[in-house]
């Protein structure tokens, strides 16, 4: 048997971290120079929604944050105690790419791995992602566990969908792109502006990067829409998570246009972590789903034209070797 233990970026909701038995360390943030623990195991979906409007205010009226990572003493210490009670840990950890906490926590695996006799171990895993990205893949690891698999196959299997799972983010207010460095302040002052909403993703290195630009909230809203359902695989089978920074009635508009188009096993709808949401701002909107990999194929109608403008060429082409038409200008055939 092997405990599940993530960091609380992952951003799992407190009672599917009952119901699933998985163990989160937490973040602490310092607000308003006052350390503010990022998770509460206790809170119900409501209380943790009610939290997280009370959290982003504060940001929006100018709540000075600053954001902190998880030591390898305390994931020395929660692994030791795992290990030495007689199971296995598989630890998942947000991003490389963004956070130093998944190197906290391969430091303090080698550490205990070293120390221990009596034959359990530490799987590290970094997700090369934030958020829902991360609670996903860790849900997907404890139902793994319940259907009797041992820890050395869940690991891989999990380390398999790390590639493939997708984060595809929009922002509100550009400046907190700005404070973050991803962005320059005098091109977040033009873009909101001019109602610029970027599409921003985690890419296959594990970092944040911008996808493409929209004009205006709910041109981005739609985007988000059209690459979930573009790039999803399997849909019937995935768990699709939404984390949004105070912006709850614009999540379930995504979640409505969502199941419009596509079934999926469930969602899940939260509060955006408060270590990584302080980063991105109120009204920021996530969502994380399994694809063939990360490099998205485009959004909706464009991406569909496209496609359809390929196959009707390749079908004249295929007639025109047939010879049942002239050919096409600029195909290579000669006249």
Same mark, same amino acid.
Request: net charge negative; charged share 25%; with cysteine.
């Given at each position: 048997?092997?405990?599940?233990?993530?960091?609380?970026?992952?951003?799992? /909701?407190?009672? &599917?971290? *009952?119901?699933?038995?998985? @163990?989160?360390?937490?973040?602490?943030?310092?607000?308003?120079?006052?350390?503010?623990?990022?998770?509460? !195991?206790?809170?119900?979906?409501?209380?943790?929604?009610?939290?997280?409007?009370?959290?982003?205010?504060?940001?929006?009226?100018?709540?000075?944050?600053?954001?902190?990572?998880?030591?390898?003493?305390?994931?020395?210490?929660?692994?030791?105690?795992?290990?030495?009670?007689?199971?296995?840990?598989?630890?998942?950890?947000?991003?490389?790419?963004?956070?130093?906490?998944?190197?906290?926590? @391969?430091?303090?695996?080698?550490?205990?791995?070293?120390?221990?006799?009596?034959?359990?171990?530490?799987?590290?895993? =970094?997700?090369?992602?934030?958020? %829902?990205?991360?609670?996903?893949?860790?849900?997907? +690891?404890?139902?793994?566990?319940?259907?009797?698999?041992?820890?050395? $196959?869940?690991? #891989?299997?999990?380390?398999?969908?790390? !590639?493939?799972?997708?984060?595809?983010?929009?922002? =509100?207010?550009?400046?907190?792109?700005? *404070?973050?460095?991803?962005?320059?302040?005098?091109?977040?002052?033009?873009?909101?502006?001019?109602?610029?909403? !970027?599409?921003? *993703?985690?890419?296959?290195?594990?970092?944040?990067?911008?996808?493409?630009?929209?004009?205006?909230?709910?041109?981005?809203?739609?985007? %988000?829409?059209?690459?979930?359902?573009?790039?999803?695989?399997? !849909? $019937?089978?995935?768990?699709?998570?939404?984390?949004?920074?105070?912006?709850?009635?614009?999540?379930?508009?995504?979640?409505?246009?969502?199941?419009? @188009?596509?079934?999926?096993?469930?969602?899940?709808?939260?509060?955006?972590?408060?270590?990584?949401?302080?980063?991105?701002? /109120?009204?920021?909107?996530?969502?994380?789903? &399994?694809?063939?990999?990360? #490099? &998205?194929?485009?959004?909706?109608?464009? +991406? *569909?034209?496209?496609?359809?403008?390929?196959?009707?060429? #390749?079908?004249?082409? $295929?007639?025109?070797?047939?010879?049942?038409?002239? /050919?096409? /200008?600029?195909?290579?055939?000669?006249?």
């Amino acid at each position: 048997m092997f405990q599940v233990v993530v960091d609380s970026g992952a951003n799992i /909701p407190a009672e &599917l971290v *009952r119901h699933y038995d998985i @163990r989160v360390l937490s973040f602490i943030n310092i607000t308003d120079g006052k350390p503010l623990v990022c998770f509460n !195991p206790d809170l119900t979906i409501e209380e943790e929604r009610s939290k997280g409007k009370e959290y982003y205010d504060a940001i929006r009226n100018g709540m000075k944050v600053q954001t902190g990572l998880i030591g390898c003493g305390e994931f020395e210490d929660c692994f030791r105690e795992i290990c030495e009670s007689g199971e296995d840990v598989i630890s998942l950890s947000i991003s490389s790419g963004i956070s130093g906490t998944y190197n906290a926590s @391969r430091i303090a695996a080698e550490t205990v791995n070293d120390e221990m006799t009596n034959g359990h171990k530490v799987y590290t895993i =970094d997700t090369m992602n934030a958020s %829902l990205a991360t609670g996903i893949l860790a849900i997907y +690891a404890s139902e793994m566990r319940a259907e009797g698999k041992e820890a050395e $196959e869940v690991a #891989e299997a999990i380390r398999q969908m790390v !590639p493939r799972i997708n984060g595809v983010f929009t922002v =509100d207010d550009l400046r907190y792109l700005a *404070r973050t460095g991803r962005l320059t302040g005098s091109k977040a002052l033009i873009g909101n502006l001019l109602s610029i909403k !970027p599409i921003l *993703r985690g890419d296959k290195e594990g970092h944040i990067v911008q996808y493409k630009k929209c004009h205006g909230r709910k041109a981005s809203l739609n985007t %988000l829409v059209s690459l979930v359902c573009d790039n999803i695989v399997d !849909p $019937e089978n995935q768990i699709l998570g939404i984390a949004h920074a105070d912006a709850y009635e614009e999540s379930v508009y995504i979640m409505n246009e969502i199941t419009k @188009r596509i079934k999926v096993r469930g969602f899940i709808n939260t509060t955006y972590d408060f270590c990584t949401g302080s980063h991105v701002g /109120p009204e920021t909107i996530a969502l994380f789903f &399994l694809g063939k990999d990360r #490099e &998205l194929s485009g959004d909706g109608i464009l +991406a *569909r034209a496209q496609q359809a403008v390929s196959a009707q060429i #390749e079908a004249l082409r $295929e007639r025109e070797r047939d010879g049942h038409l002239s /050919p096409i /200008p600029g195909s290579g055939s000669r006249i």
